[in-house]
């Protein structure tokens, strides 16, 4: 395969036989041409990136629908953390309040919740969407993450305790 020897030739001949049908798949999934952009871009970095290690019989047109299916899940996942995923993501908060400065300050709370989410290593971070955001008993979580449930249990114990040390670092916006 041309492309796994980083052949250039083969990436261009690739991006001008896919990038229609692959930008137009992710405008129709996300509705959004903006965000189809920039998830398209992150398609074609992951084959740069990549390329050196597919297989020589790797179905590439497969392979590039199935990471930009994976980006467009991956954002939807981000994009539907709503107030209760928040809530139950709060570190040490039994009762949440409903207040009217609760209700203003929600949007600042998101944010600095998606940015310490963000920051967390993969592991963590993907353990905590799978149980707080996606709603995933933390054995269920292990079947996904291929680990044991005691193994997620503790993974999860420690993506909660660097949630709280990065959320208590955050200078707050005003």
Do not use: C
Request: no cysteine.
């Amino acid at each position: 395969m041309r492309l796994k020897r980083g052949d250039q030739s083969a990436f261009d001949d690739l991006y001008a036989k896919y990038r229609d049908p692959i930008y137009g798949f992710l405008v129709r999934m996300t509705g959004r041409r903006a965000l189809a952009d920039d998830l398209f871009q992150e398609t074609w970095l992951r084959l740069a990136r990549s390329a050196s290690t597919l297989r020589e019989d790797s179905n590439i047109r497969a392979w590039l629908f199935t990471v930009a299916r994976n980006l467009v899940r991956s954002h939807a996942r981000w994009a539907t953390m709503d107030r209760e995923a928040v809530d139950r993501l709060a570190i040490g908060e039994q009762a949440v309040s409903t207040t009217p400065y609760h209700t203003a300050s929600l949007t600042e709370t998101q944010l600095r919740l998606e940015r310490a989410l963000a920051s967390l290593a993969p592991k963590y971070r993907e353990v905590v969407v799978l149980v707080a955001v996606e709603g995933l008993s933390p054995s269920e979580a292990a079947a996904v993450l291929a680990i044991t449930p005691e193994a997620t249990r503790k993974r999860l114990s420690r993506a909660r305790k660097e949630l709280g040390h990065v959320l208590a670092d955050q200078p707050r916006e005003r």
